[in-house]
């Protein structure tokens, strides 16, 4: 038998060229940088003011504190 995620329709993406799509994992033809999952959504969560990394929300603005722009925050787990 042949083992398969069922139901699993993850799509993968260059995270400079969203325009890049493929149902597997590999790299993008235009740049070569490794895909991720595109799942749909953006993978970031959680947006955050450089100046002020206790400032984070779930979506884009700008920080209540200086009323800089916030920028996406990566996971920092590890
Ligand atoms: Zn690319
Ligand atoms: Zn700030």
Redesign the pocket.
């Known amino acids: 038998m042949t083992r398969q995620q069922p139901g699993q329709g993850t799509t993968y993406t ?4 969203p325009e ?1 799509r493929q149902a597997q994992a590999g790299d ?1 033809p ?4 490794h895909l991720v999952p595109a799942g749909g959504q953006q993978q970031v969560s959680t947006y955050t003011c450089p100046m002020h990394p206790e400032v984070r929300q779930s979506h884009p603005g700008d920080c209540p504190k200086c009323g800089m722009h916030l920028v996406p925050a990566e996971d920092a787990r590890r």
């Open positions: 260059c995270p400079m060229h890049v993008c235009k740049c070569g940088m």
